[in-house]
């Protein structure tokens, strides 16, 4: 079992920046996937960003050149810094985790592991 708890939403203004985290209970980061989702009002969740335990990363075209995830493994976290953001970025975030081969790559599907989600809201 794995527990995640998101940290670091709030405001903020378009064109500005914000990190949101996730800590896990364990270390995950060898043999798990790793992710970033998010869900907006009155929309399905969406794949973010991705990271496996070599540091291979993926990108929804939502995010690409504006949103960067990263691990601190020593700390047993996981980062979304998102930079440039748009009032569409607006939504709670969810932080995922699924046990998986080390070296798999890591795409947008169900998770076995999420956090409770934190919210992340960019005004115009």
């Known amino acids: 079992q794995v527990q995640l708890v998101e940290s670091g939403g709030g405001s903020v203004q378009a064109g500005g920046s914000l990190r949101i985290s996730c800590t896990a209970s364990?270390?995950?980061?060898?043999?798990?996937?790793m992710g970033w989702f998010r869900q907006a009002p009155g929309k399905e969740r969406e794949g973010v960003a991705t990271?496996?335990?070599?540091?291979?990363?993926t990108y929804a075209d939502s995010g690409k050149g504006r949103f960067t995830i990263s691990q601190d493994n020593a700390k047993n976290t996981l980062f979304l810094e998102m930079n440039r953001m748009k009032p569409e970025d607006t939504a709670i975030y969810y932080c995922?985790?699924?046990?998986?081969?080390?070296?798999?790559?890591?795409?947008?599907?169900?998770?076995?592991?999420w956090g409770q989600g934190t919210q992340v809201t960019v005004s115009s």
């Open positions: 995922a985790a699924d046990p998986r081969p080390r070296g798999s790559w890591c795409g947008f599907y169900e998770y076995k592991y």
């Open positions: 364990r270390y995950t980061y060898s043999s798990y996937c």
């Open positions: 990271i496996n335990g070599n540091g291979r990363t």
